[in-house]
């Protein structure tokens, strides 16, 4: 059994890596955080204006109470 892990968050990556379309990855948001790394330690994806497709906030002013 292979298990790989996403170098970014970590995360494991159960089956097989040809179902993750951002391998070695997990995710497209993982390959955008590490390219940012190599563009630039400055480059901040969770500035507010980065792309789309974040439904995950960790901080949601509105969520719950
Ligand atoms: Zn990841």
């Known amino acids: 059994m292979t298990s790989v892990r996403c170098p970014i968050c970590d995360a ?5 890596w040809s179902e993750y379309p951002e391998y070695p990855f997990c995710g497209k948001r993982c390959r955008t955080i590490d390219l940012g790394r190599w563009l ?3 480059y901040k994806l969770t500035s507010g204006a980065g792309p ?3 439904r995950s906030s960790p901080a949601d002013p509105d969520a719950d109470r």
Request: charged letters at 45%; zero cysteines.
């Open 12 to 16: 494991a990556m159960p089956g097989d």
């Open 40 to 42: 630039g330690e400055d």
């Open 52 to 54: 789309s497709d974040d």
